[in-house]
């Protein structure tokens, strides 16, 4: 659109949408990384969650994606180990939304650093216990897309890492 918007003090007007991405995580027998959002956080404070946000201003979603691991967990992902698995124009959440998973060794979280105070834990999960830990919202419910494209997931980018 050529317009730069400030988060929070510029509301999106109808037809506009910000781009946002979430990053999954999981191991070759698909185990999910989640990462608990800090107390401090405005929205859904201690609540589970995938890395993500907002791409911001020039970057691509997988640039923005790459760029919000390395902030909020500090790991340095290459662009090519990004497998685009899910995008949506959300007009609930004003955004166009990309779900990349990463398929790693389950030892990369002793290398997870919390750089921007946005996450405080971490910890592997299996998709029941991420389907448990959703129904009993302990996990942000703009998530419930997982648990719909778990099957798909792993089938078709964790399977061939094996």
């Not at 640039?63 to 899910?86: P, V």
Request: net charge negative; with cysteine; charged share 35%.
């Amino acid at each position: 659109t050529g317009k730069t918007c400030v988060r929070g003090r510029y509301k999106l007007q109808e037809n506009e949408y910000h781009l946002v991405v979430h990053i999954w995580l999981l191991t070759k027998d698909g185990k999910i990384l989640l990462t608990q959002r800090s107390e401090n956080k405005e929205t859904h404070p201690l609540r589970w969650e995938g890395p993500g946000g907002s791409v911001i201003k020039g970057e691509t979603p997988i640039e923005g994606a790459k760029r919000e691991i390395m902030e909020e967990i500090g790991l340095d992902i290459y662009k090519e180990d990004f497998h685009l698995f899910k995008q949506e124009r959300r007009d609930k959440f004003n955004d166009f939304f990309f779900a990349y998973c990463v398929v790693v060794e389950e030892s990369i979280i002793d290398e997870i650093k919390f750089l921007d105070n946005e996450a405080i834990d971490k910890k592997w999960v299996t998709i029941e216990e991420f389907n448990e830990m959703f129904d009993k919202e302990e996990i942000i419910k703009t998530l419930y897309y997982i648990k719909e494209d778990y099957n798909h997931i792993k089938n078709d980018y964790i399977n061939i890492k094996k």
